[in-house]
């Protein structure tokens, strides 16, 4: 099946620096991929969409320039959280669409993110 | 605006007592209404799809079930491995719909 594979599951980090999260659709090519946001006790808010090769499209209040979104390839995307601040700690999750004719949306184990 | 609200937002059950999640929706042009299992500190993992009103799927200890306004997650029987947090989300061909959750708990 479908296998997203997202890289660190855990990081912490210092106020005011940049962490970078991959993830990798491992066994298919993915067209497009989403990042989300998840609180504690929450469910998950999607941040933005990026579409391999273009822009990402962000949702109304992300801030674009904060959370740095890049799909160069086909199995590759990744967030950049820039600037970090203790409010950014959260938990992110990405997914990807199985596009080519395979209709669903798988999701990485996730990634940690806590900035002290 | 699109819109889905899963209940209860809590459900605990003895180990063999069955019980049912509920999935309210309102999402324009409904492509697939999907459950996902998550497990603490985990991405979530994919159970079902449904595309149109009447369809049913079964997995396991878990049927799911659509109408044009509703869906139910039926839980048969529940082990205690069964607990974690169950995910509702519309899909309106742009994006994920998610409702905030359903957190299940199974006793033994």
């Known amino acids: 099946g479908a296998v997203v594979s997202q890289h660190p599951s855990r990081v912490i980090c210092k106020s005011g620096t940049s962490v970078k999260i991959e993830c990798r659709s491992l066994?298919?090519?993915?067209?497009?991929m989403f990042w989300y946001r998840q609180f504690p006790k929450q469910s998950l808010m999607l941040m933005a969409t990026?579409?391999?090769?273009?822009?990402?499209?962000?949702e109304q209040g992300v801030e674009k320039d904060k959370f740095l979104i890049n799909h160069a390839s086909l199995t590759l995307s990744t967030l950049t959280v820039t600037s970090a601040h203790p409010e950014d700690s959260s938990f992110y999750i990405c997914s990807a669409s199985q596009g080519q004719g395979a209709y669903g949306y798988t999701f990485g184990s996730g990634t940690r993110l806590t900035v002290v | 605006e699109d819109q889905v609200t899963q209940s209860p937002e809590a459900l605990r059950l003895q180990e063999g007592e069955s019980s049912s999640l509920n999935c309210s929706y309102t999402?324009?042009?409904?492509?697939?209404l999907f459950w996902y299992r998550q497990d603490p500190g985990k991405g979530p993992e994919f159970l079902f799809t449904?595309?149109?009103a009447g369809e049913e799927k079964e997995k396991e200890r878990l049927k799911a079930t659509l109408t044009k306004k509703e869906s139910f997650l039926h839980i048969t029987a529940p082990k205690p491995e069964d607990s974690a947090t169950y995910l509702c989300a519309g899909d309106n061909t742009d994006k994920l719909i998610f409702g905030t959750g359903t957190r299940l708990q199974v006793f033994p």
């Open positions: 449904l595309y149109s």
């Open positions: 999402v324009s042009g409904l492509r697939g």
């Open positions: 990026s579409n391999e090769g273009s822009k990402a499209t962000y």
């Open positions: 066994d298919f090519q993915a067209t497009t």
